[in-house]
């Protein structure tokens, strides 16, 4: 089962359409079969929210890995109080900081070099734009996306997974509190501080 997930980790994920509910109470009756079907349908978008935590192509395959192993030794308890990927991304996520804490120092992968002038030029207008995207919706080439992972690095754990929940993942307030177990009005003023130092770095990339 764990070279399944590590040979289907960069697989695109296709939607596959089929009763969860019925997968899920298969899987946890033993069914290998809708156990993979569920990580099939599940992994990649897993896998690309770990990528923007923790910035490493590496640790979030490992850390999809160890999240999809937890799901399996963790089933039989899942009640069904909260969808089963609400609890399942719980899980990644939880994974994700611990490894990230434990590892201060995250390795991230970018491009090498600086941005050269047309990029910084690209970039200033995101940000003079009052109407532009905030920081982490503005990557629409691969190098702007470099950049803001390599901003994304530079802020705090905890600034850094609710801006990516928040204005990545779309999730809303009461989502992320649930997920990450702390009040809404804590995820409101991280992603508060987290977007305003975000910013603060882009910004400074263009100087």
Same mark, same amino acid.
């Not at 899987?27 to 896998?47: C, F, H, P, T, W």
């Not at 801006?163 to 804590?186: C, F, H, K, P, S």
């Not at 991280?190 to 990339?205: D, F, S």
């Given at each position: 089962?764990?070279?399944?997930?590590?040979?289907?980790?960069?697989?695109?994920?296709?939607?596959?359409?089929?009763?969860?509910?019925?997968?899920?109470?298969?899987?946890?009756?033993?069914?290998?079969?809708?156990?993979?079907?569920?990580?099939?349908?599940?992994?990649?978008?897993?896998?690309?929210?770990?990528?923007?935590?923790?910035?490493?192509?590496?640790?979030?395959?490992?850390?999809?890995?160890?999240?999809?192993?937890?799901?399996?030794?963790?089933?039989?308890?899942?009640?069904?109080?909260?969808?089963?990927?609400?609890?399942?991304?719980?899980?990644?996520?939880?994974?994700?900081?611990?490894?990230?804490?434990?590892?201060?120092?995250?390795?991230?992968?970018?491009?090498?070099?600086?941005?050269?002038?047309?990029?910084?030029?690209?970039?200033?207008?995101?940000?003079?734009?009052?109407?532009?995207?905030?920081?982490?919706?503005?990557?629409?080439?691969?190098?702007?996306?470099?950049?803001?992972?390599?901003?994304? *690095?530079? @802020?705090? !754990?905890?600034?850094? &997974? /609710?801006?990516?929940?928040?204005?990545?993942?779309?999730? $809303?307030?009461? #989502? %992320?509190? *649930?997920? @990450?177990? !702390?009040?809404?009005? &804590? /995820?409101?003023?991280?992603?508060?501080?987290?977007?305003? $130092?975000?910013? #603060? %770095?882009? *910004?400074?990339?263009?100087?």
């Amino acid at each position: 089962m764990v070279k399944f997930i590590q040979e289907q980790v960069n697989n695109s994920g296709a939607n596959i359409s089929i009763d969860e509910a019925f997968l899920v109470t298969q899987a946890k009756a033993g069914n290998v079969d809708s156990m993979e079907r569920l990580i099939m349908k599940y992994q990649q978008r897993i896998y690309n929210t770990i990528l923007k935590i923790c910035g490493n192509t590496d640790d979030a395959a490992e850390l999809t890995q160890d999240t999809f192993v937890r799901v399996m030794q963790s089933l039989k308890g899942f009640r069904a109080q909260s969808s089963f990927y609400t609890w399942m991304f719980r899980i990644s996520i939880n994974l994700t900081l611990n490894f990230c804490k434990r590892n201060t120092k995250v390795s991230f992968q970018s491009l090498q070099g600086e941005p050269d002038e047309t990029l910084k030029l690209q970039l200033k207008d995101f940000l003079i734009d009052k109407n532009s995207p905030r920081p982490p919706q503005l990557a629409e080439t691969n190098e702007l996306h470099n950049l803001v992972m390599e901003a994304l *690095e530079k @802020l705090d !754990i905890d600034q850094r &997974t /609710v801006v990516v929940l928040r204005d990545i993942e779309q999730m $809303n307030y009461a #989502e %992320i509190a *649930e997920t @990450l177990g !702390i009040e809404t009005g &804590t /995820v409101k003023s991280r992603i508060a501080r987290g977007r305003k $130092n975000l910013r #603060e %770095i882009l *910004e400074a990339t263009i100087q």
